[in-house]
Structure formats: structure tokens, C-alpha cells
């Protein structure tokens, strides 16, 4: 009865989403009502006083999650999305979902996509991430990442993966899956490339916790995706070999790609073709909104990140280009800053908003999975991608795993640090930490 109360002292305004109901006007209030579950409503409320029958029907249909095969019709009718169809339908380019300027994720898409099935495909997406975003910071999974199992092929060359990060690699898949719209999913945490469905119109590439080293510490981590379209002139190959080779396109193909940042904020970064956005998680309503529209990395900062004790076992080139830069006698006359989250997706996302470089010199981060969405999304903020040698986006991949040095930023700083000639490292012993 006391719950009861609670529920109608807050009943005026609320959100439902797939991971509980949202109430705004009383936020102190979440905890209880998130153990508010529809069926455990007490049962002897009257629907004609209360009014509450039409209200569960809605939060029942609200709350269920995304199911196989929703489709723009169902997120219209469901009343969550209709913004983003009411956008599009009079083709503006919104700032603001309905003039109010909070505009979600999914508004902006169905504004700024010619394509529904992406749309589609982006709604489960980000709903994947709120989960992976609570897990992450979940008081009862606080002890999964300490515990590393080891990887199922012998001989990989992949890191042992931890449970965190093969229970956000499942959240992932099964909302690929439930999309309807993906035809193979690779990701790092796997061996081979996953076929979903031969119609689905996109592949795929994913690392779906990256900087999981840094979970039990509570450091930020990430998730960072790639989507291409499906190669129709594979189709008539058997299914190992076209999900394969789906996967293994140039990042010049990409269609969209971006990064998820769980730290003090959760942040939805995102390109679709044209230009870089950032949507924060708002906690209120359950949904990423528009936060950093176009943004711009700034062509030259001060800024570099890079783990340095790793001094001795770098090239000359590098070595020069960082003693450089930190004593202010590189083009920039001022003395650089180092920060080194050793997270890739923190250490990106403080280089977007502030330039600067960021950089792996040795060959660990992979190709497919994080150096072609990364440096897709740089280059979209008009920031510049290399592996020292060559823009990454036109290095064809030859495996799905396959490592390489990288560095993203300014477009200045990396022009400059590309200058100094040797700056891969070739020296990788496998460092223990
Ligand atoms: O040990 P290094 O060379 O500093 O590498 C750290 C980098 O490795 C990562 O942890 C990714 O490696 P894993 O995929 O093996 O976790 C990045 O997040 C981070 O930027």
C-alpha cells in the first residue's frame, strides 16, 4: 500500500523504456518504483476511479524490449519515435526533436538518414549500450571483469576476453539480431564473423567493451562500431566465406560508425555520412540526446596520448616527435600535455573535443574493429587518421584481426608527427599491464 502511494504522488509525469519506468518529476523516487514491476501492481485498483488501466496498457507496450523485426511503423505507433517521423516527413534538418531542443538520437537519424532500415538498425543499437552502460556500472556485476577465462581457440592471437566483455558482446548480438536489418556481425570478442540474416542490408564490426583491462577500477571503457552494406556480389558464396569477406571491407566504405563512452556521462558519438554528433545519455527519459552537434576537432591542439613507458622501445622518429612537442619546440610553440586514460574510446573522445593525438604506436589495435570506425568518425570532425605511414581508411584489411599502429587527432599534430619518419613501433614484447 505504501508503494502505492508512492506511485501516485509521482504518477503525473513518466517514460517507460525497455529497462524500467522513468518518473521525472521524482527521480529520488526511481529506486522504488524500478521495484514497481507492472505485475506486481497491488491488484485491487479500480480502473474507472483511477484511471491507471489505459496508463499500464501503454507502459506495457512501452516497456517491453525492441523485438525482432521492429520497423519504423512500430516505433511510430509506439509514440517513443514519432518525433523523428514527423522530421522527416516535412524533410527539415532538425536541432531539436520537436522545436523544444531536445532532440534524440533517433529523432536525428530519421531527420538526417535517407535510409530507414539504418534508422532501424541504430534504435537497437543504442539500446544495446543503455544495457551495456548499466552493466558496466551495475553494483552486482562489480566482480565479473576481475575474472578472465581463457579465449576457445588455442593459437589465437586475440586477448583472453573477460566475462564483461563477452556478456556485452552478447547484448549486442542479440540486438543485431533483433533488428532485423543485419546480415553478419564481427567482433572482436570473436573468432569468425557471426551470419545473422542473408537479406539484412548491413554488416557489422564491433568491439563491445574496449578498455575492459581498466573495468575493475572503474575506469571509463567503450564501445565502438562500424557499419557497411552488404556486398550483393557475394551473396552466391557459402556462408563462411561471404560473411568474411563482408566484413573485411576497406573503412572507406563506411556507411556510419562511432563509439559509446561509459563514464560519468554515457555518450552516443556518432557519424552517419555527414559530420561527427555526440548524444548524451539522459537518465530522466532513458534516451541519448543531442549534446555536441558537428562537432569539430580543432586543427591543432596541445595535447598528446600515448602510454610513455613504453619510451625505450619506440623508433628514433617518435622519441624526437615527443620530445619535441613537450618542450614547445615543434611548429606549435607551446609545451604539450600528456593524458593517457589508456582507454581508447576516453583518450578519442577528449582528443575530439579538445585536438591534440592520440595514438597506439605499437601494432595492438585492430584494424576492422577500432581503427576503421575510429578514424571514419575523426575524419567526419574534419580530424585526420594515419598509422604513421598512410591514412587508415584506405588500408585494405587482409584478417579480421589483423593490429596496427594508429594515431588519430588534428589534423596539424598528425601531419607534424607523421614528419618525423619512423614513428611505428616495432618493438612489441606483450606487455604485462
Ligand atoms: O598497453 P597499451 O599499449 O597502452 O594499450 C592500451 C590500449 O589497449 C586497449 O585497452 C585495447 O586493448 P584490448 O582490446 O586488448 O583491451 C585500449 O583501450 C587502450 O588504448
Not at 349 to 357: D, F, I, K, N, Q
Request: glycine share 8%; aromatic share 8%.
Amino acid at each position: 500500500m505504501e508503494r502505492f502511494v508512492i506511485f501516485l504522488s509521482v504518477i503525473r509525469d513518466f517514460e517507460a523504456y525497455p529497462d524500467g519506468i522513468e518518473f521525472r518529476s521524482c527521480s529520488n523516487c526511481r529506486r522504488t518504483m524500478q521495484s514497481l514491476t507492472l505485475t506486481q501492481y497491488p491488484t485491487p485498483i479500480s480502473p474507472p476511479r483511477l484511471n491507471l488501466y489505459p496508463l499500464r496498457q501503454i507502459a506495457v507496450s512501452l516497456l517491453s524490449t525492441p523485438t525482432a523485426g521492429i520497423n519504423r511503423r512500430d516505433m511510430a505507433a509506439s509514440g517513443r519515435e514519432s518525433a523523428s517521423f514527423k522530421s522527416l516527413a516535412v524533410g527539415r534538418t532538425i536541432t531539436g526533436g520537436d522545436g523544444d531542443g531536445y532532440c534524440t538520437l533517433i529523432d536525428f537519424a530519421g531527420a538526417n538518414v535517407g535510409d530507414d532500415d539504418l534508422v532501424v538498425l541504430l534504435y537497437h543499437l543504442q539500446h544495446a549500450c543503455k544495457r551495456i552502460a548499466s552493466l558496466v556500472a551495475s553494483p552486482f556485476n562489480s566482480s565479473l571483469g576481475k575474472l578472465s577465462v581463457k579465449s576457445s581457440s588455442s593459437g589465437s592471437d586475440r586477448d583472453a576476453p573477460k566475462p564483461l566483455d563477452i556478456v556485452s558482446n552478447d547484448i549486442v548480438l542479440s540486438s543485431l539480431r533483433n533488428s532485423g536489418k543485419v546480415a553478419v556481425m564481427a567482433s572482436e570478442e570473436d573468432d569468425s564473423p557471426t551470419w545473422i540474416k542473408d537479406d539484412g542490408p548491413y554488416v557489422v564490426v564491433v568491439d563491445p567493451l574496449d578498455g575492459s583491462r581498466n573495468i575493475d577500477a572503474s575506469i571509463p571503457t567503450g564501445t565502438i562500431f562500424g557499419v557497411y552494406n552488404r556486398l550483393l556480389e557475394l551473396d552466391h558464396l557459402p556462408v563462411e566465406e561471404k560473411a568474411e569477406l563482408n566484413s573485411l571491407q576497406r573503412g572507406n566504405r563506411l556507411v556510419a560508425s562511432g563509439y559509446v563512452l561509459y563514464s560519468s556521462a554515457t555518450i552516443f558519438c556518432v557519424t552517419l555520412g555527414s559530420g561527427t554528433h555526440a548524444f548524451t545519455l539522459d537518465h530522466s527519459t532513458g534516451e541519448f540526446v543531442l549534446t555536441h552537434q558537428n562537432i569539430k576537432i580543432p586543427t591543432r591542439g596541445q595535447i598528446y596520448s600515448v602510454n610513455d613507458a613504453r619510451y625505450f622501445d619506440w623508433p628514433e622518429g617518435l622519441r624526437k616527435y615527443i620530445d619535441t612537442v613537450r618542450q614547445g619546440k615543434g611548429q606549435n610553440p607551446k609545451k604539450y600535455s600528456a593524458r593517457y586514460i589508456c582507454s581508447l574510446v576516453a583518450d578519442l573522445h577528449r582528443t575530439l573535443l579538445y585536438g591534440g593525438v592520440a595514438m597506439n604506436p605499437r601494432d595492438h589495435l585492430r584494424l576492422v574493429y577500432e581503427g576503421n570506425p575510429l578514424a571514419y568518425l575523426v575524419e567526419q570532425a574534419g580530424g585526420k587518421s594515419s598509422d604513421g605511414k598512410r591514412g587508415i581508411l584506405s588500408i585494405q584489411p587482409v584478417k579480421l584481426h589483423q593490429r596496427l599502429p594508429l594515431f588519430l587527432g588534428s589534423v596539424e599534430d598528425v601531419a607534424e608527427l607523421e614528419s618525423f619518419g619512423d614513428v611505428q613501433q616495432t618493438v612489441n614484447p606483450g606487455y604485462e599491464v
